[in-house]
């Protein structure tokens, strides 16, 4: 089955300090990837994604993400944290032209950036 | 910000009542799709549309119906409440591309006394 993993539901760090925000995923195919953010009370916004080419995407507010094909992963960096960085993050996969318009979403990561 | 709107933003409402909650793009989007979350926990597809008449139920079995009679407008309708439907509503859109991301209304949160 395909699916999303973010191991850890709650990463915390100080603000000024580099962040990681782990995805791996289970999909067939290349898939596309990509990173939300999610304020309280809120939708989702969008912050990156990668499709092709470079290993290394930009995205929104600083961050950044790095997909490794042979380690399945796509994880969202940041290099120095802000408080505001505060918030729910999920990672998405969606299969590529497998007949399927659904996007399959990890279980969201809080990230909680201390002053 | 993206323009895909949800009326209301909040809703409370008795057992057994019908409702129906609004959401509307304006990027021509062919693709939309409503998630249940409750908050701060995962998502959970429950509906989704390829276009106009077209519409599909998610991975999440839920009593609620939705349609499509308009590119803009894909509505979801609750037809009698209950507090098991508390919950917040996320609906999306996205284009006919499967390389783009998905666009988010704001979510209407419902509870159901």
């Known amino acids: 089955a395909q699916s999303v993993a973010q191991p850890e539901d709650q990463v915390n760090v100080a603000e000024g300090n580099p962040l990681t925000v782990k995805c791996t995923y289970s999909?067939?195919?290349?898939?596309?990837l990509f990173w939300y953010v999610q304020y309280p009370n809120r939708g989702l916004q969008f912050l990156l994604k990668y499709i092709t080419g470079d290993n290394l995407v930009k995205g929104s507010y600083g961050f950044e993400a790095e997909f490794n094909k042979s380690q399945t992963s796509f994880h969202l960096k940041k290099p120095s944290a802000l408080v505001s960085d505060s918030a729910l993050y999920f990672c998405a996969v969606r299969p590529p032209a497998s007949g399927t318009y659904k996007y399959i979403f990890g279980t969201g990561t809080r990230l909680k950036v201390l002053a | 910000e993206a323009d895909i709107y949800q009326t209301p933003r909040y809703l409370v409402i008795g057992t057994g009542k019908k409702i129906t909650l609004e959401c509307s793009q304006t990027m021509g989007h062919d693709k939309m799709y409503w998630y249940q979350q409750d908050p701060g926990m995962e998502l959970h597809l429950i509906h989704y549309s390829y276009g106009v008449n077209s519409t599909e139920k998610g991975d999440l079995s839920s009593e609620s119906t939705v349609s499509r009679i308009r590119t803009e407008h894909f509505p979801l309708t609750l037809e009698s409440a209950r507090p098991s439907h508390t919950s917040q509503y996320l609906c999306?859109?996205?284009?006919?591309?499967?390389?783009?991301?998905?666009?988010f209304g704001p979510g209407t949160r419902l509870t159901v006394t």
């Open positions: 999306a859109s996205s284009p006919l591309r499967a390389s783009y991301e998905q666009y």
């Open positions: 999909v067939s195919g290349n898939p596309y």
